[in-house]
């Protein structure tokens, strides 16, 4: 399908802002790509990183969109695996955090890859007790059908030093019962702060927003939105624009027509701080941002019809002109009706 909007990713920017991690860190890097890869899209940013052997998703679904761009890396259902023989099926490890889903996976006829979440002070996923570890170290040993490959676990605070050793010291302490059992499984920690950090006893570091250009001195954003002018419109004084009459031309004005939306993940509420450029050259939004589509003043200048607007370009902007996250900025733009087209790609 076409539309008259695309979204576009800068695969060189990409691929430079993964190395910069990587060469940062000394680590390797596990490519987080959920929510549609930060609302990059998924199917895009592994075509770029062809070169990375980890992959990070929420879901096995997503893990199926990206076995389907890469045979070969390893692809991690990070979060609950709704269908674990689906997960075996496209060769996809899943996440473990108490033995009853070990108990599980040993029933069913399939192989299975694991990695074993550790909760180190974050309290969301992952086993909190030692005794609970070596409960499924036990089974996992006992079994035919499963292997470990992995464990990890998640740094909530990244700019707390002493909050983040605290983690990789507790850590540690699980990480000495492996050679207990005989295994070496691959050891990562998340997330994009810990490039900062010295991670020795880490194989990979996984990189979400800062792959994408965010919360990282040393990536740039890869992601833009370009739309067009579809309808220019003459408004007299005192006529209103958008719903609610939120917006009354002061003078006579002319309005273009942007076909993109809160439908497509601009936010609702920046219409009054939102600008657009044409031509290097800024115009402000007028009226609320309707469901499919927003207008903005060109009055004066001479722009016509099908002319490139170009509407998103960094997330910081938004997420600060709204006080709200990067994270819900970039993810939003997972509903953007655009066509997606990747430049300089070599």
Partial sequence: MKY????????????????????????KICAVVKADAYGHGIKTVCKILDDCDFFAVQNVVEGIQVRRVNKTAIVLVLGYCSNYKLAAKHNISVCVDNV??????????????????????????????????EKILVEIKNSSNIILEGMFTHCF????EKITKKQQKTFKKYTKLLNFYNFSPI????????????????????????????????????????????????IKKS?????????????EMSVALIPLGYADGIPRDIFEKLFVLWNGKQLKCVGKICMDMFMVDCTGLDIM??????????ANDWAKQLNVSKYEILTNLIKARTNTKIVNMS
Wanted: aromatic share 12%.
């Fill in 100 to 133: 009853n889903q070990v108990y599980e996976l040993k029933k069913l006829n399939q192989k299975f890859k694991v990695h074993i979440k550790v909760n180190t002070g974050m309290n969301r996923l992952g086993v909190k007790t030692l005794q609970e570890f």
């Fill in 305 to 314: 019809c099908g002319d490139k607007i170009a509407v998103f370009f960094d």
């Fill in 187 to 234: 050891l990562h920690i998340g997330g994009s702060g810990m490039i900062k950090y010295k991670c020795q006893n880490f194989d990979y570091i996984r990189c979400g927003i800062s792959l994408y250009g965010y919360e990282s001195q040393y990536t740039k954003p890869v992601m833009k939105i370009v739309s067009k002018v579809i309808k220019i419109t003459n």
């Fill in 239 to 251: 006529e209103c624009v958008g719903y609610d009459c939120a917006f009354v031309a002061q003078r």
């Fill in 4 to 27: 008259f909007s695309d979204k576009i990713i800068d695969a060189n920017e990409l691929k430079q802002n993964y190395r910069a991690l990587s060469s940062v860190s000394k680590k």
């Fill in 157 to 160: 605070c990244t700019n707390n």
